[in-house]
């Protein structure tokens, strides 16, 4: 079984729509991320969090929130899609060790809004 | 702001061929972190790198902390087509403990 899992894979919504997409995991992490990544920009992050009830903005956190129930799901949600905030979304997880924090990715989100 | 620069932005190559490429940064780092992401899957950590100079292999793939701190390097080599993907190279996120900033990819393919 996958270490961190996204539901749903694929979803396509309609502009003013709200969307949740949730992350779970079982690597027993305490930090917990969420990426977008467009074509040619990489990866950006829009929210994290270090423990239950911390929750940190990222880079682009404007249209997005989250909500983290517990050690090990981080949801992310957009109040009212619209259409730029197509892109592929992915969550992750570390645990700090030694000198880094590596992550760790789920299989990512496909998100369509038109 | 922090940045990383991936250079190329895309490779189209010969199977068989070696494979460089690179990451500079606009600030000294203290790691540098190499992922993989394979069509249609999440990036996969390939190789940490936490001293100036360092040099780490993991099978074909050999990565370089830059002496400057401001640069890290990648060579595959002799490619494979499961070697086609994207090529992130990572590294702190300035003044946020525990935050990773990403560079844009290079994307390698790879004719058999």
């Known amino acids: 079984d996958a270490d961190v899992t996204q539901t749903p894979r694929n979803r396509i919504t309609k502009t003013g729509k709200r969307i949740m997409l949730e992350c779970s995991q079982t690597k027993g992490h305490d930090r917990m991320y969420w990426y977008r990544q467009d074509p040619g920009l990489g990866l950006r992050l829009i929210y994290y969090s270090f423990d239950v009830k911390d929750i940190n903005k990222g880079e682009i956190s404007d249209g997005y929130s989250v909500s983290r129930q517990a050690q090990a799901k981080f949801s992310l949600s957009l109040e009212s899609a619209i259409p730029n905030q197509t892109a592929l979304y992915f969550c992750a997880t570390s645990d700090l060790a030694g000198n880094t924090d590596t992550q760790y990715f789920g299989p990512g989100t496909r998100l369509t809004v038109l | 702001g922090q940045q990383l620069n991936q250079s190329p932005q895309s490779m189209f190559i010969q199977e068989g061929e070696d494979v460089s490429m690179n990451c500079t940064s606009s600030s000294i780092f203290n790691t540098w972190l190499w992922y993989k992401q394979d069509p249609g899957e999440g990036p996969v950590l390939l190789i940490a790198l936490y001293k100036a100079g360092e040099l780490t292999s993991n099978g074909r793939l050999t990565a370089q902390f830059g002496i400057t701190r401001k640069d890290s390097f990648l060579n595959i080599s002799a490619s494979i087509p499961s070697d086609v993907g994207i090529y992130f190279c990572?590294?702190?996120?300035?003044?946020?403990?525990?935050?990773?900033?990403f560079g844009k990819g290079t994307k390698l393919s790879v004719k058999p």
């Open positions: 990572a590294g702190p996120r300035g003044g946020s403990q525990g935050n990773l900033i």
